[in-house]
């Protein structure tokens, strides 16, 4: 009787208004079949992420306080800078790059495309490690650069040793990797746009920028954005590859104060507590800006918020909105 009172009281009013000049179609109603197999995983799956919860909060060897006077120090925060400026820094100058080479790729000239496609082959292929060590020993591979006429004179010249940094040789190695995927990325956006769009442009006599800045780049965008956003996460965390050249970013700076003072696992954990706040703000920064492109098209990102959507890839948390849909 509760049962269905309850469901009285949560059905919509046009549901109610239906079942009073209706009551045959009301006792009729459509049962949702019982799983009980799905119910016997899910009680395991809770009692499984209960047990995780409950043995880092109280397993003593994580050292919490340890965490809590590490978390926000001055060298640790000094080494997140570090991380955002170089994120930041590799991202803007591999999008300038990675742009430049998808019109190498999509022009006509059959030179200049077949360059960029082996740019981006050959840089895709070598896994960035490798090619952040690469750059870092670039001065004893060329001990000196020079500008000048080729196979001719020479008009400056400059030692790498003293050119390529620790720093320089991270910036420089992870932003030809960030060019190479984001003219990829680039290039798949702009070729999703249907041609007849373009067609259609030129036959009421727009110009080729108006028709790529108001036709082609806004129905492109929507493919570019959400591939940007998980580029961007996951050149935050190549970020950590620059400590194996002593570059001192977040997570070089925790290796440098554990190193001091052994406290590995309460350094580590203050590492991954600000990848996940950073992670966690990016991914509102790429929703926010996917619901921006997506204005006009009917679907959830469009209209959601991100309290929403983050509710709704949380089901658990929002089981009585989406409870009697998902049961369908």
């Known amino acids: ?51 995780l919860v409950n043995t880092v909060i109280t397993n003593p060897r994580f050292e919490w306080d340890v965490v809590g006077d590490y978390f926000t120090s001055t060298a640790i925060l000094r080494g997140l800078v570090l991380t955002l400026w170089l994120t930041g820094a ?18 006509d000239n059959h030179v200049l495309r077949t360059a960029s496609f082996g740019f981006v082959w050959f840089v895709r292929s070598v896994p960035p490690l490798v090619q952040l060590l690469f750059w870092f020993e670039i001065a004893s591979l060329y001990p000196r650069l020079s500008f000048g006429i080729p196979f001719g004179p020479e008009f ?83 970020t950590s590859l620059v400590s194996v050249i002593a570059v001192q970013d977040l997570l070089g700076t925790t290796e440098l104060i554990y190193n001091d003072n052994f406290k590995v696992i309460p350094l580590l954990l203050v590492a991954t507590i600000w990848y996940l706040v950073l992670t966690t703000v990016l991914s509102i920064g790429q929703f926010l800006l996917e619901r921006h492109f997506a204005r006009g098209k009917r679907g959830a990102t469009g209209t959601r918020s991100w309290g929403q959507h983050w509710l709704q890839s949380l089901p658990l948390l929002s089981y009585r909105r989406t409870g009697k849909g998902a049961s369908s």
């Open 1 to 51: 009787m509760a049962q269905v009172l309850a469901d009285q009281w949560l059905a919509p009013p046009d549901a109610q208004r239906a079942d009073a000049a209706d009551p045959i179609a009301a006792d009729s109603r459509l049962v949702a079949r019982r799983r009980p197999g799905r119910w016997v995983v899910a009680v395991v799956a809770i009692v499984l992420f209960a047990m």
């Open 90 to 107: 590799v991202m803007v100058s591999g999008y300038l790059l990675g742009i430049a080479l998808a019109a190498l790729r999509l022009s």
């Open 156 to 238: 400056v010249s400059f030692q790498t040793a003293h050119l390529f940094s620790a720093l320089a040789a991270a910036y420089v190695a992870l932003t030809i990797d960030a060019a190479a995927f984001a003219s990829e990325i680039v290039r798949g956006g702009l070729l999703s746009v249907d041609a007849g769009q373009t067609e259609a442009a030129h036959s009421i006599g727009l110009s080729k920028w108006r028709t790529f800045r108001r036709v082609v780049l806004p129905q492109a965008m929507p493919s570019i954005i959400p591939a940007s956003g998980n580029m961007l996460i996951g050149m935050l965390k190549a």
